[in-house]
């Protein structure tokens, strides 16, 4: 039930195409759900978050669509660009999770070809 | 400043020798994590401060052990470890432990240790 299932593992994509990548969970006390970037060689970096009240959240070309019911959120990279290619990471936290702990997705590398 | 940096920024060792990891934040975040990742896999939690006190060891062996001189430093001493724990150790903050918005963790580059 602390799990989070992150597909797909790899993703391909043309220059100016959409990137989607896709979590789900099962424990209903997670209550934040950030999205993290990792280059090769640096540590992951906080791309964006949402609340399970909000249906979706938009950063730019980064947006994140939850849904409570069906227990899934997922990240859209709008026109991709080869300079987002990275591994992302989904993760979940309890409200009441007093030690912080973050549960990480899998990861997802994604290449965008120019 | 919103940057969590650590030292060194690799570091080679042998399995008899003794070294630490540093890591130091300036944004007042009272929360301190360390991360243990391995290539191509998400981050492990390794061990939680809160307010200088440790407040998660995530069973990790004794041979990693932890201190937090102060709310902006935190190390990570080694000793005695095994090629298996070659990895990329990274540092986190965020203001607090309790859930919500308000505690994003922002991890460091990372220290990429190899053990021989």
């Known amino acids: 039930q602390q799990q989070v299932k992150q597909s797909p593992q790899s993703l391909i994509v043309q220059k100016g195409g959409i990137s989607i990548i896709n979590c789900a969970y099962e424990?209903?006390?997670?209550?934040?759900f950030p999205w993290y970037q990792q280059f090769p060689g640096k540590g992951p970096a906080l791309l964006i978050a949402?609340?399970?009240?909000?249906s979706e959240k938009k950063e730019g070309r980064f947006t994140i669509s939850f849904n409570k019911s069906a227990k899934q959120f997922s990240l859209h990279i709008m026109d991709s660009q080869p300079g987002d290619s990275a591994t992302y990471f989904c993760?979940?936290?309890?409200?009441?999770?007093?030690?912080?702990?973050?549960?990480f997705g899998q990861g997802t590398e994604l290449s965008v070809k120019p | 400043d919103t940057e969590v940096t650590q030292t060194p920024k690799h570091l080679v060792m042998g399995m008899t020798n003794k070294k630490s990891l540093k890591c130091e934040q300036h944004?007042?975040?009272?929360?301190m994590y360390w991360y243990k990742q391995k290539a191509k896999k998400p981050p492990e939690l390794m061990f939680v401060?809160?307010?200088?006190?440790?407040?998660i060891n995530e069973s990790v062996p004794s041979r990693f052990s932890p201190e937090c001189p102060n709310s902006s430093l935190l190390n990570l001493h080694l000793h005695a470890l095994q090629p298996e724990d070659s990895a990329l150790y990274l540092c986190?903050?965020?203001?607090?432990?309790?859930?919500?918005?308000?505690?994003?963790?922002?991890f460091g580059p990372g220290t990429r240790l190899t053990v021989l």
């Open positions: 986190a903050s965020s203001q607090g432990l309790a859930g919500g918005f308000y505690n994003e963790q922002f």
């Open positions: 424990n209903t006390a997670f209550d934040y």
């Open positions: 949402i609340r399970p009240d909000v």
């Open positions: 993760a979940a936290r309890a409200r009441y999770n007093q030690g912080g702990k973050l549960i």
């Open positions: 944004m007042g975040h009272r929360a």
């Open positions: 401060y809160s307010y200088e006190k440790l407040s």
